[in-house]
């Protein structure tokens, strides 16, 4: 059984950091794409940013590219993303999720990610 767990969320005031974590089971996590979304109320979940199996490649949605991170470990089935320089829109519930790398080399469509969390709920206070 997979299981994905994301965590690191909380309270911070604007221009802020935060680092969120993801760790995976029950499946071969060198073999999947790791995306981050986010999802603020009354919104669309949107992509926030992916990074290859062999964390060759990442990629980043406008809104957060220069302020945002995505890392892995893959000898921990982890996936990180770090947060700096956080704004009030950046508030939302983020969400960690597995797509198999061989389901194409576009990383921003929800639908292609097969496993997801539960979520961890970011704040950001102005």
């Known amino acids: 059984q997979v299981h994905v767990v994301e965590s690191g969320g909380g309270l911070v005031q604007a221009g802020g950091s935060l680092r969120l974590s993801c760790a995976a089971s029950?499946?071969?996590?060198?073999?999947?794409?790791m995306g981050w979304f986010r999802q603020a109320p009354g919104k669309e979940r949107e992509f926030v940013a992916a990074?290859?199996?062999?964390?060759?490649?990442?990629d980043y949605a406008d809104s957060v590219k220069g302020r945002f991170t995505i890392s892995r470990d893959n000898a921990k089935n982890t996936v990180y993303l770090q947060m700096n320089s956080l704004k009030p829109e950046d508030t939302s519930l983020y969400y960690c999720?597995?797509?198999?790398?061989?389901?194409?080399?576009?990383?921003?469509?929800?639908?292609?990610?097969?496993?997801w969390g539960q979520g961890t709920r970011v704040t950001v206070s102005s």
């Open positions: 999720a597995a797509k198999p790398a061989t389901s194409g080399d576009y990383y921003r469509l929800t639908y292609e990610y097969r496993y």
């Open positions: 990074i290859s199996v062999s964390v060759g490649r990442t």
């Open positions: 029950g499946l071969t996590f060198s073999t999947y794409v």
